[in-house]
T-cell receptor, first 114, second 111 residues
Framework: ETGVTQSPTHLIKTRGQQVTLRCSSQ?????VSWYQQALGQGPQFIFQYYREEENGRGNFPPRFSGLQFPNYSSELNVNALELDDSALYLC?????????????FGSGTRLTVV | DAKTTQPPSMDCAEGRAANLPCNHSTISGNEYVYWYRQIHSQGPQYIIH???NNETNEMASLIITEDRKSSTLILPHATLRDTAVYYC????????????FGTGTLLAVQP
């Protein structure tokens, strides 16, 4: 098992720009979720993809969007970056739709918006 | 999903058992209790989960009270590497499977 890998590890963007974060899910995992973690807070659910379809979304505006590819890897796109988007973005994968399997998280992408 | 309440921080001596409490007084019958931990600069790590029976795995034990309003995560022999933020989450899962994280308990294992 290679686990969940995310790229890049760190990123600095300017307010108003767009960013794409990438995630390779653990082998055999077909469900991917994205979380945003602000400093000192717990992770907040952004959305989830199952077999290339979004099947759940948290309280995030439409400028946060995503994709899942046939190999189950995923992207998180954020348009019109705001200063408050500065956070650790975590990707997590699981082999099914239930929570019984436990999520495997990546180490995250640290995004700084200036 | 039910709200959970955890102490913000706890200390534990290395080699001793760490007992981390969690209150979930509004938990419903179909909601499981999940525990994750997050070591500094890493993503959260799944530890254990349960519905109403006590559970044990290679990492920890989970004790859920009979009324299911609270639970305790037990690390039997804490090491310095167990220093982390521990999150207790109550969730029914469902199709969206989202985990609602609070601010967790910072467990500091002391040498």
């Amino acid at each position: 098992e290679t686990g969940v890998t995310q790229s890049p590890t760190h990123l600095i963007k300017t307010r108003g720009q767009q960013v794409t974060l990438r995630c390779s899910s653990q082998s055999g995992h077909n469900t991917v979720s994205w979380y945003q973690q602000a400093l000192g807070q717990g992770p907040q659910f952004i959305f989830q993809y199952y077999r290339e379809e979004e099947n759940g979304r948290g309280n995030f505006p439409p400028r946060f969007s995503g994709l899942q590819f046939p190999n189950y890897s995923s992207e998180l796109n954020v348009n019109a970056l705001e200063l408050d988007d500065s956070a650790l973005y975590l990707c997590a994968s699981t082999p099914g739709q239930g929570l019984d399997y436990g999520y495997t998280f990546g180490s995250g992408t640290r995004l700084t918006v200036v | 999903d039910a709200k959970t309440t955890q102490p913000p921080s706890m200390d534990c001596a290395e080699g001793r058992a760490a007992n981390l409490p969690c209150n979930h007084s509004t938990i419903s019958g179909n909601e499981y209790v999940y525990w994750y931990r997050q070591i500094h600069s890493q993503g959260p790590q799944y530890i254990i989960h349960g519905l109403k029976n006590n559970e044990t795995n290679e990492m920890a034990s989970l004790i859920i009270t009979e009324d299911r309003k609270s639970s305790t995560l037990i690390l039997p022999h804490a090491t310095l590497r167990d220093t982390a933020v521990y999150y207790c989450i109550a969730s029914s899962g469902g199709a969206t499977n989202k985990l609602i994280f609070g601010t967790g308990t910072l467990l500091a294992v002391q040498p």
